[in-house]
């Protein structure tokens, strides 16, 4: 199979497998869903479901958000881990969203970037989820199926970006790196993973990846 043929199987298996893609994060706008990315680094959507609507009763805006202390937003967002640094965060791009862009959220990569606790991944998701802007955010999920694929080399998740952009029509990047993170979770995930079930690996995948796989069940 060439690139080629094996980027148009990704696609139609994740088509077929897909057609409706729900969104992993629950939110309303594009603040709840800014706040609900920041919440998920190092943690799971899951749990970051279970904590906003907690968060979100108190305060769903920016500016219900300083009326809370950070110690009050710390406290109950704490379950998701890294409360801390995730409080400030969130208190103080509520902040400058009030001072600099009348409360609302930025449609634009750099302004995104430049808030606080926002990195170029949940820049990307905002962006892509929230405004329908091409955009193609690189998750554990992402990086680790780009490898098993043999699509790139998982030398870092920057390059595994310029990847996937590069392979796949700018036009599905919003579509398909939901549907891999929903793949990855279910058929090909870092632990407990069973090849038989995962057809797209199985069919493209990097040969020292499935005979790493194989060497593995053997012993």
């Not at 405004?131 to 030398?155: C, E, Q």
Request: proline content about 6%.
């Amino acid at each position: 199979m060439s690139k080629q043929e094996k980027v148009e199987f990704v696609i139609s298996t994740l088509n077929k497998l897909y057609p409706e893609i729900p969104i992993p994060l629950e939110h309303k706008d594009p603040y709840t869903l800014l706040i609900a990315v920041l919440m998920s680094a190092q943690s799971t959507d899951v749990r970051v479901n279970q904590i906003t609507p907690l968060l979100f009763e108190k305060a769903n805006n920016p500016y219900d958000m300083l009326k809370l202390s950070i110690e009050e937003i710390r406290e109950i967002i704490k379950p998701v881990g890294l409360s801390p640094m995730k409080s400030k965060g969130i208190y103080g791009l509520s902040q400058i969203l009030i001072e600099k862009y009348n409360g609302e959220v930025p449609q634009d990569f750099e302004a995104l970037e430049s808030l606080p606790s926002v990195g170029h991944k949940t820049a990307s998701v905002v962006m892509s989820q929230a405004f329908g802007v091409p955009a193609f955010p690189v998750d554990t999920h992402i990086h680790r199926l780009m490898y098993r694929w043999n699509l790139s080399n998982g030398k870092n998740v920057v390059q595994t970006e310029k990847d996937a952009k590069r392979l796949f029509p700018r036009e599905l990047w919003n579509d398909l790196h939901l549907q891999i993170i929903w793949y990855g979770r279910q058929y090909s995930p870092a632990r407990g993973w069973d090849l038989e079930k995962d057809m797209i690996t199985k069919t493209i995948g990097r040969k020292s990846v499935i005979d790493a796989y194989y060497k593995l069940k053997k012993s």
